[in-house]
């Protein structure tokens, strides 16, 4: 059996695309309470803290290390939301367009056709039927359907190339994030 | 696997932080736990390729937030307890904590 025109498994992807917004939410949402909690220091609201501990430069060092830590955290939830909330849209897509693919396999054996991969087939061999009305019906059907796949196929490669841009800048994106943490 | 969640800081910003250490953990074990099926070889590469660099990135946040967190500490426990020979009065219970904790090892 040839791959279908719509590969991929729409569930997998919806449910990394939720673990990816969770994190994201929650790295969000932690970091911004040390970022909170950084600030409440820095203006003397935390007298729990050992914020005027240590030497100026150990302070200083670890404020700016901190400050570092925070803003890498918050890009970095940036990401997982951005991407995350794009695999759900992803496999919502794919979901529609496997429900689209399998209307057009039910018309294809309606019309005594076939769909291998991203072909429309006549039937081989002897079909019951000599006339030449019911073939040439059922030649053009197969054009129809041909035609109807070709545009799943080019709207499912576009979107997929789409998705592959997005999440390979994503991924840069991050190298970058981590790479400037000090 | 290592967990800090339970660690518990002894000042709000070291239970921040270790609340976010656990995030970065949770976030690491969700992107692993799922396997994507993209039924096409470069989009599934260009995914795996996300997924592994967003483990990366937040093992590389939970290390710089542990070693953060432990840098801190050490400033808690000095300002929790002074250095009796810099303190401006030491007194006899805080040198004996002190040396009870095993910290000030040179103390006479």
């Known amino acids: ?182 | 696997m290592q967990t800090d969640a339970g660690r518990g800081g002894s000042s709000p910003w070291l239970s921040t932080i270790d609340r976010l250490i656990a995030a970065c953990q949770e976030a690491e074990d969700a992107l692993f736990g799922t396997v994507p099926i993209l039924g096409e070889p470069l989009a599934q590469a260009t995914i795996d390729h996300w997924v592994d660099q967003g483990v990366d990135a937040t093992r590389r946040l939970a290390g710089h937030a542990r070693e953060l967190r432990d840098r801190r500490a050490v400033l808690d426990f000095d300002h929790d307890h002074p250095d009796p020979r810099t303190a401006s009065t030491p007194g006899h219970e805080q040198v004996r904590e002190i040396e009870q904790v095993g910290v000030w090892r040179e103390c006479p």
């Open chain 1, 1 to 182: 059996m040839t791959r279908s025109v719509v590969p991929g498994d729409p569930s997998s992807l919806s449910i990394l695309g939720a673990d990816a917004l969770r994190a994201g939410r929650q790295l969000q949402a932690d970091a911004q309470a040390l970022a909170s909690r950084r600030a409440d220091e820095a203006g003397g609201v935390d007298r729990t803290s050992s914020h005027e501990a240590g030497t100026p430069r150990v302070r200083k060092d670890l404020d700016q290390r901190t400050s570092s830590l925070i803003s890498a955290t918050l890009l970095t939830a940036e990401e997982m939301l951005r991407i995350g909330r794009l695999f759900q849209e992803r496999a919502a897509e794919l979901s529609t367009a496997q429900h689209t693919l399998q209307g057009l396999r039910d018309r294809a054996t309606a019309a005594g056709l076939g769909i291998d991969g991203s072909h429309v087939s006549l039937p081989w061999g002897i079909t019951g039927s000599a006339d030449a009305d019911v073939q040439a019906k059922r030649v053009a059907d197969r054009d129809h359907l041909q035609a109807d796949l070709d545009r799943l196929q080019s709207s499912a490669s576009t979107r997929r190339r789409a998705l592959e841009r997005e999440v390979k800048s994503s991924t840069a994106a991050l190298t970058r994030i981590i790479e400037g943490l000090s």
